[in-house]
């Protein structure tokens, strides 16, 4: 079975050229930056990112790739200020409508992974208000870009904290999911872990999905470090029937200490490139490939399988 392929958030064939033309959609700032020349030097780099985004999306259609993890960049610093405040907020909106009927013309399937520090497992108020407002704001780029209100569009966390007291995390992860915009919580979605003690496939099925019905996305890699007694097979199976009648996504990537031979590198870190044949045990799903190469890995990939 043929799975679609996809990459995450930065094109290297694009992004690795001169800066007067590099080709990117996290272009940002440091925190000294933003508070020194403010939102309107915000509101500019957010509308180069989302005038980019399409020029990655089409060089993707050239490449017959159709799936595509968003960066989380787009918008600098957006946990500073509410979008619709940015001085070029409506050229911002033209570019992503412009985004979004290619994404719509072309079939293309498109998600974002919201970073770790979002957390809404944890016991302080001030950490999950900051997750929400930050799930919130991707669910309302997604909005502007038009996609769907559904995991096809997922946005994409790990329940990923613990504070030695799994079932209080867990029970506050279930309820603080009620707590996102519809934007966000229609679209979310939980990955398995690459730690033992975190969350597996098994974990996140008996105790998230089955309370609140997200879908879980399962990392081949990770499995590997946190099995919850399920084998490869079994998990992925698992997390495949949780998607109802839309197309499961699935995360691949491989060692980069095996990759280098070097015991010195975790074995949980990725690969530049991946070696292996993909095996989604005939499964049909969608395959977003978690190595650095980015799109020179997918497509080193298809030369050598597909």
Not at 131 to 155: A, C, Q, V
Not at 238 to 244: D, K, S
Request: with cysteine.
């Amino acid at each position: 079975m043929k799975n679609n392929l996809g990459y995450a958030c930065i094109n290297m064939t694009l992004s690795e050229q001169p800066k007067s033309r590099r080709i990117t959609t996290n272009r940002s700032m440091i925190k000294r930056t933003f508070k020194a020349k403010g939102l309107p030097y915000a509101s500019e780099l957010a509308l180069q990112n989302s005038r980019d985004l399409l020029t990655i999306l089409k060089w993707n259609e050239q490449h017959d790739i159709r799936f595509f993890r968003i960066s989380s960049d787009i918008f600098p610093w957006s946990s500073e200020y509410k979008l619709a405040d940015l001085p070029d907020f409506d050229a911002i909106c033209d570019a992503l409508q412009d985004a979004g009927d290619f994404i719509e013309d072309h079939d293309h399937r498109i998600t974002s992974h919201p970073g770790p520090f979002n957390k809404l497992t944890s016991p302080r108020e001030s950490v999950v208000t900051n997750t929400i407002r930050d799930l919130d704001t991707h669910g309302e780029l997604f909005d502007m870009l038009g996609l769907s209100r559904t995991p096809y569009n997922k946005l994409n966390i790990h329940v990923g904290a613990h504070y030695n007291d799994k079932p209080m995390a867990l029970a506050n992860f279930n309820r603080n999911y009620h707590r996102l915009s519809e934007g966000a919580k229609s679209r979310l979605t939980v990955e398995n872990d690459d730690k033992a003690s975190l969350y597996s496939t098994r974990e996140l099925h008996e105790e998230v999905y089955q309370k609140i019905g997200i879908p879980i996305v399962h990392d081949l890699h990770h499995h590997t470090f946190c099995t919850g007694g399920l084998d490869q097979e079994e998990a992925l199976l698992t997390a495949a029937m949780t998607w109802g009648g839309i197309k499961p996504v699935v995360h691949y990537s491989e060692s980069r200490s095996r990759e280098k031979q070097d015991p010195k590198i975790r074995a949980n870190a990725h690969s530049d490139m991946i070696i292996d044949k993909i095996n989604t045990f005939g499964l049909d799903v969608d395959v977003m490939i978690e190595a650095k190469s980015k799109e020179l890995a997918l497509l080193n990939y298809r030369r050598a399988y597909c």
